[in-house]
């Protein structure tokens, strides 16, 4: 089998779960590599290995922190053309889809974005994506060079299968672009107890119903006895009643979780692109009319602040 | 100094989308028009010559002979000319080949700044500024939610992965804007009039020297199987809240073992 270079997403060498469910779906088509650049490798090699990882390839390099996305293409297409993978696969992240995208250039090789499965094909890994809006799904494979594929989250449960990766420390020659886009400073969002969105099993939305910042509380308190990710509409973000790192949407985060509670959101194409392929969705709206209710498993036509505290209520007291 | 724009012709985004035959998006079936998503890239370049850096916009599309509408809405919301490349070869493009013609016009036109939409509304894959960034050989600051461009730097601050960074780059640069920096501007009366006496200049592939088997559906890099209509979800219980509503819903969620 051939092997697979899987870019590794980490906080400091704290592995994030996409990075898992890399792995997982690398096992699929090959045996798995881990990349992993910047600091904090020795933390994150045990979790790696658990997760399949036969090797790790490590760029410890300041550049990898200090400067925007091109030092990373640089340590990714410098490790893949010595290893000669056969594939690669890059969390569909903003930074993951403009690594991949510069590999691509510069490998010669083909590319496939936001894939939501991987499966071993005649021709290679093929993948299958969700497109326009969720209403169509596309199965395509790359027919140039080495596949570069990058996953969205959820695309796969993670699942262990231990190994003892080997350690491989390189030293990788930045472009002279490397050091173009300098990252001068960073604030970290504020820490939250509540899973993040992207990866959460459950989400709970609010909209432009929820009529106020002070009034999200009523999303939260429900999310939180669901122990849930918040989300919101772009109407919601756009009146500054909730921040933009928790937009559901085409233009903010695409989530898939098992179970999508709307809460206050009408349904426009703008927030269905975003949440279409939840397997569960229910939404609260006063108006009957709303085009959400076309996509509901299940859907409360009634005011969220008294359906959404009776709910909540009802959760804790079934716990 | 020298903006490109890049803006895309795209089917509607808010109509029924779907696929030919051979795999290519249909835009025969549903009207076309400018990318939502590059109008905030349009938007930003006006912004910039607005804040007293003297440059001249000229904005870019690679598509069909209708494409020139796109083209025709951004000259009338500002800006100074167009360049329009069209080639029977071209249709199919993936996004490497189509990075690769806007490489090669952005080349021959000149620039010191592009700024590209965050993503396209159909394709909406975000890639194409980075590959435009690594076929120019300059660097990227892309997903922007604040820009300016000052003294031969551009800074912006964007959300990255994990925290809101601040970065800069010097010139020349790609940039890419997302729908968070601000309304664009509809076209006034007069702009529309205006736009209708600015160049569009029309360029084909030997113009920009190149081989018509570099691009186009047959050099594309990956291929589509197959694409399928997913089948509408059906449209599942939907109660009146009459006192009872959370209940009947915590009830749903029960039933389906979400608690």
Redesign the interface.
């Known amino acids: 089998m051939g092997e697979i270079l899987v870019l590794v997403?980490h906080?400091d060498g704290a592995v994030r779960k996409p990075t898992l469910e890399l792995l997982t779906l690398a096992r699929r088509i090959g045996e798995p590599s881990a990349v992993f650049l910047g600091k904090g490798a020795d933390a994150a090699t045990e979790t790696l290995g658990r997760y399949g990882a036969q090797k790790v390839y490590v760029v410890d390099a300041a550049e990898v922190d200090d400067y925007?996305?091109?030092p990373k293409?640089d340590a990714l297409a410098q490790i893949a053309e010595s290893a000669s993978p056969a594939a690669i696969l890059v969390p569909s992240?903003?930074?993951?889809?403009?690594i991949?995208?510069?590999v691509?250039?510069?490998l010669g090789?083909?590319?496939?974005?936001?894939a939501v499965d991987v499966v071993a094909g005649e021709n290679g890994p093929?993948t299958e994506q969700?497109?326009?809006?969720?209403?169509?799904?596309?199965?395509?494979?790359?027919?140039?060079?080495t596949?570069i594929i990058t996953v969205k989250p959820n695309a796969a449960t993670p699942e262990e299968a231990p190994a003892t990766p080997a350690v491989e420390a390189v030293s990788v020659t930045f472009s002279?672009?490397a050091t173009?886009?300098?990252?001068?400073?960073?604030?970290?969002?504020e820490k939250s107890d509540r899973p993040e969105l992207t990866e959460a099993d459950?989400v709970v939305s609010g909209g432009r119903g929820v009529n106020g910042a002070e009034n999200f509380v009523v999303i939260e308190r429900v999310a939180d006895a669901?122990g849930a990710a918040v989300g919101a509409s772009r109407a919601a973000v756009d009146a500054g009643w909730y921040p933009?790192?928790h937009q559901v949407g085409?233009?903010g985060t695409q989530v898939s979780p098992?179970?999508y509670i709307a809460a206050g959101i009408s349904g426009a194409?703008q927030h269905r692109a975003g949440m279409?392929t939840s397997k569960?969705?229910?939404a609260?709206n006063k108006d009957?009319d709303a085009p959400i209710?076309?996509?509901?498993?299940?859907?409360?036509?009634?005011?969220l602040f008294?359906?959404?505290?009776?709910?909540?209520?009802?959760?804790n007291k079934?716990? | 100094m020298k903006i490109v724009v890049c803006v895309k012709y795209v089917p509607d985004?808010?109509a029924?989308?779907?696929?030919n035959e051979d795999?290519t998006t249909d835009r025969e079936s549903v009207d076309s028009l400018l990318s939502e998503?590059d109008e905030y890239a349009i938007e930003q370049a006006l912004q910039i010559v607005e804040s007293g850096v003297e440059a001249e916009i000229t904005y870019l599309t690679v598509g069909p002979d209708d494409a020139r509408e796109a083209l025709r809405k951004a000259l009338a919301m500002g800006g100074d000319k167009a360049i329009h490349v069209s080639d029977d070869d071209i249709q199919g493009s993936?996004?490497?080949g189509t990075?690769l013609i806007l490489a090669k016009a952005i080349e021959k036109a000149g620039f010191d700044l592009v700024v590209c939409g965050?993503?396209s509304?159909?394709g909406?894959?975000?890639?194409?500024?980075?590959?435009i960034?690594?076929?120019l050989?300059?660097?990227?600051?892309?997903?922007l939610?604040e820009v300016s461009v000052e003294g031969g730097v551009v800074?912006g601050r964007r959300?990255?992965?994990?925290?809101?960074?601040?970065?800069?780059?010097?010139l020349p640069?790609v940039i890419s804007v997302?729908?968070?920096t601000g309304e664009a501007r509809f076209p006034s009366f007069k702009g529309i009039m205006a736009a209708k006496k600015k160049p569009v200049e029309e360029l084909d592939l030997d113009d920009l020297e190149i081989d018509s088997d570099e691009v186009g559906l047959s050099a594309?890099?990956?291929?589509?199987?197959?694409?399928?209509?997913?089948p509408a979800?059906t449209?599942?219980?939907?109660?009146?809240?009459e006192?009872?509503?959370?209940?009947?819903?915590?009830a749903?969620?029960?039933a389906?073992k979400?608690?």
């Not at chain 1, 008294?306 to 959760?315: A, D, F, G, N, W």
Request: aromatic share 6%; proline share 2%.
């Open positions: 997403d906080v925007l996305v091109v293409a992240s903003a930074d993951g889809r403009e991949g995208a510069r691509a250039v510069r090789s083909g590319l496939i974005t936001d093929e969700s497109v326009f809006a969720a209403t169509y799904q596309v199965r395509a494979h790359v027919t140039k060079g596949p002279a672009a173009g886009t300098k990252i001068v400073a960073t604030a970290a969002r459950i669901l933009h790192s085409q233009t098992q179970l194409i279409q569960t969705i229910v609260v009957e209710f076309d996509l509901v498993d299940y859907g409360v036509v009634g005011d008294k359906v959404m505290p009776q709910l909540e209520e009802e959760i079934r716990k | 985004a808010t029924d989308r779907g696929f795999g998503l993936d996004a490497l990075s965050m993503a509304t159909d909406a894959m975000g890639v194409l500024p980075a590959m960034a690594e076929r050989g300059v660097p990227q600051v892309t997903y939610d800074k959300e990255g992965d994990v925290a809101s960074e601040t970065v800069e780059a010097s640069a997302t729908d968070r594309s890099w990956s291929t589509v199987d197959a694409a399928t209509a997913r979800r449209k599942g219980e939907v109660v009146t809240d006192g009872e509503g959370g209940v009947q819903l915590a749903f969620l029960a389906k979400f608690i």
